[in-house]
């Protein structure tokens, strides 16, 4: 008993409350404020369990309405949380989880940088351009060493695929005599993905590769490019003056020579993509043999650098406590 007495004093001395005060909160009953609560607690309750399908502003309005209760809508919000109700709707929405489906694997993820000569990895993807009264869709095929635009086609119509085969047929016309494979990645647009598309490399060298679904990121090289070559078009070869698709046309192939053997590309330091194609064939640019030890991972190219900057700190950590 005395141990006990000894105990309260110090809680009260911990809460700077008499001991007679403590007894006397101990004793007395629930508050207003807590009987009031409990009294809405059991209308929510009641309302609910009579109209299920309803959510807390209704609620609200009906306990407002038919009990004669003024109450808030954010107070009847905090009810249902309490008591762990919620509308049992029959349109309730139901998320099921992305099927990943990919029909090819990506051989590159972020080992961009390790392609090691021309026509190793070759990127295709089509862009969308909105010329006067009407639309084109136009289909690059580039080289990711030498940054060269390998080819062109424009479709006729709006979703047209024949654009992504005639692009494809020309790059097979192109590869033919190679005796090492290329790898061509895109992303997974139907017609990339389309049986018709994917029978034309089966007597190549080419092997595919596709990004994975939702990751532009994926395919930066003819991301980037194709942002490049559209501004371009627009503002300094005027391509939105056109009229007619044959202009549209004329404006592309003066655009494309102008591409790969005048303007210079910061990505190959500053050489144009056929020069810098010269420089390799001819021994100047470095020869690396980099594309085949690559070391595939999903993780973007900054998180595997923080994550080696982190590993090297425990390292450097752990040997000067040692």
């Not at 762990?84 to 709707?89: A, D, E, F, P, R």
């Not at 102008?258 to 021994?283: D, H, L, V």
Request: proline fraction near 3%; aromatic fraction near 12%.
């Amino acid at each position: 008993m005395l141990c006990r007495d000894y105990h309260i004093n110090d809680i009260c001395g911990m809460m700077h409350v008499s001991r007679s005060g403590h007894y006397k909160w101990k004793k007395r009953g629930p508050s207003k404020h807590a009987l009031s609560r409990e009294k809405v607690i059991e209308m929510v309750k009641g309302v609910h369990e009579g109209h299920t399908v309803h959510g807390y502003r209704w609620i609200a309005a009906y306990i407002r309405i038919n009990l004669h209760y003024s109450i808030c809508d954010n107070y009847v919000y905090k009810c249902c949380r309490y008591l762990g109700v919620k509308s049992s709707t029959r349109h309730t929405s139901r998320s099921h989880p992305r099927r990943v489906k990919d029909k090819f694997p990506n051989l590159i993820f972020s080992t961009w940088d390790t392609v090691d000569r021309p026509r190793q990895v070759i990127v295709s993807d089509m862009t969308a351009m909105h010329i006067g009264s009407f639309y084109i869709e136009l289909t690059f095929y580039f080289d990711v060493f030498t940054k060269e635009l390998l080819t062109w086609r424009i479709g006729e119509r709006r979703g047209d695929r024949m654009q992504y085969i005639r692009g494809l047929e020309d790059i097979v016309n192109m590869l033919k005599g190679s005796t090492e494979p290329t790898v061509l990645h895109t992303d997974q647009g139907s017609v990339y993905a389309s049986v018709a598309y994917n029978e034309l490399i089966k007597e190549s060298l080419i092997v595919r590769s596709m990004s994975r679904a939702g990751k532009p990121t994926d395919n930066p090289v003819n991301e980037s490019l194709n942002g490049w070559i559209k501004e371009e078009l627009y503002a300094d070869f005027h391509i939105g003056e056109c009229r007619s698709r044959d202009d549209v046309a004329n404006v592309i192939n003066q655009y494309v020579l102008y591409y790969n053997n005048i303007r210079p590309c910061y990505a190959i330091g500053y050489n144009t993509p056929s020069e810098f194609k010269k420089m390799y064939y001819n021994n100047i640019a470095e020869h690396r043999n980099t594309f085949e030890t690559r070391k595939l991972s999903p993780l973007p190219k900054f998180i595997q650098k923080r994550k080696q900057k982190i590993e090297n700190q425990k390292q450097t950590t752990q040997c000067t406590l040692l």
